[in-house]
């Protein structure tokens, strides 16, 4: 079957998507570079001037090219086992079948659908409906690949491509939801008039201190954990937190998701009162950072596993993993120590699932994993309800 050759051809908007999330991405960081106070308040400071300048140059190359791409025809074709996909202002993809593990179907819109090709140790593909020239060429397209690579793989996933894509509904990710809005809501409770950072105030009632572990301090665990120190710091968290988890909530469970993340920042939180030099410390990286370990441990152990919505290259997850350790070095203000406290309970809670569970059922959680679960998860709520207590003065 990977021996014939065929071609689909392709509409004049193939290249709009590309174009637009390049431009949005584009002027994103142009933006934050200007706010950030870098740049300075003087028109004819170089620092404003010549990232203004890069911008308009690479936004007049990319509307020529994409003017260029119009008048081309453009077609996804398949040779000798070779699937080649065109790209914006970039040489065309080629992919062998044999390292496509997976082919996933979305629905964007009534009129719009997207087909997300994962390969082995590589990033994901993202095919829209409306690049094809007609409906019935992009279903034809999403079959072939998907029968073609099934006839080269020698895996089964833990997790079926379509029951990833059934469980991206809200309803599947209310855990990640109501944590992601308790950090907004809380930094709104607790930040200045400018919004620019939290109140001192807040930092004094709940930061992590060396006096933590005291009984009557003990509600600082879990006040710190939902308290960030400004946008920037909240944005960042509430990111990674909401891209990595969702991986990790398919993977693992719930139940796992829950653990990792608020036993990883326990973890993180007895480290840095031991050993860290700083006398407050606030937000979830610790949480994060193990639900990253554990992401590693999974990515690693069952490479092939794993639908390509749900799986980076090992590659990918390494590199970031680096850079963020990198980053805990030489930026100061960031407390190490929670994160490495964070980041090496993630891994060791993986590889015990690993060694005691299959690939096929590692997302069965145990009654005792369920319990620590909502035990877990009702101190972190009590402690936090506490805190505001007496931020409020109302003990």
């Given at each position: 079957m990977t021996s014939l050759t065929t071609a689909w051809l392709l509409s004049s908007t193939y290249t709009t998507r590309p174009l637009r999330s390049t431009l949005v991405a584009g002027t994103a960081l142009l933006i934050i570079y200007l706010t950030s106070g870098t740049a300075g308040s003087s028109l004819t400071n170089w620092s404003l001037i010549v990232p203004c300048a890069v911008y308009a140059a690479l936004l007049i190359v990319f509307l020529i090219q994409h003017n260029k791409n119009k008048m081309t025809i453009h077609e996804i074709s398949v040779n000798d086992g070779i699937l080649s996909i065109p790209r914006f202002c970039c040489k065309p993809h080629s992919i062998p079948f044999r390292e496509i593990k997976s082919i996933e179907k979305y629905s964007i819109s009534k009129t719009n659908s997207t087909a997300l090709i994962g390969r082995f140790n590589n990033s994901p593909i993202f095919i829209d409906k409306i690049g094809f020239s007609t409906a019935d060429d992009f279903d034809e397209f999403v079959s072939f690949v998907e029968r073609c690579a099934s006839e080269n793989r020698s895996v089964e996933f833990t997790q079926s491509p379509a029951s990833i894509a059934g469980r991206?509904?809200?309803?599947?990710?209310?855990?990640?939801?109501?944590?992601?809005?308790?950090?907004?809501?809380?930094?709104?409770?607790?930040?200045?008039?400018?919004?620019?950072?939290?109140?001192?105030?807040?930092?004094?009632?709940?930061?992590l201190t060396k006096d933590t572990f005291k009984l009557d301090e003990l509600y600082r665990i879990p006040s710190s954990f939902f308290l960030h120190l400004n946008p920037f710091h909240l944005g960042l968290n509430v990111l990674t937190f909401a891209i990595i988890s969702r991986n990790i909530e398919i993977i693992l469970g719930r139940a796992r998701l829950l653990n990792i993340l608020i036993l990883s920042a326990v973890s993180g939180a007895l480290l840095s009162c031991a050993f860290s030099s700083y006398s407050a410390v606030i937000g979830a990286s610790g949480g994060i950072l193990g639900l990253l370990g554990a992401y590693f441990v999974m990515i690693v152990r069952y490479p092939q596993r794993f639908p390509g919505s749900i799986s980076v290259s090992r590659r990918s997850i390494t590199l970031l993993l680096t850079l963020q350790l990198i980053s805990d070095i030489i930026i100061p203000g960031i407390d190490a120590l929670s994160h490495v406290g964070g980041l090496l309970f993630g891994v060791v809670y993986a590889y015990l699932i690993t060694r005691f569970c299959t690939a096929v059922n590692c997302d069965s959680?145990?009654?005792?994993?369920?319990?620590?679960?909502?035990?877990?998860?009702?101190?972190?709520?009590?402690g936090l309800v506490y805190f505001f207590s007496l931020y409020f003065d109302l003990l």
């Open positions: 991206s509904d809200a309803k599947s990710q209310c855990a990640i939801i109501i944590i992601s809005l308790t950090w907004l809501v809380s930094y709104a409770l607790v930040c200045t008039s400018g919004i620019n950072e939290i109140s001192e105030s807040a930092i004094a009632h709940g930061a959680t145990s009654p005792v994993e369920i319990r620590v679960a909502l035990g877990a998860s009702f101190l972190y709520i009590a």
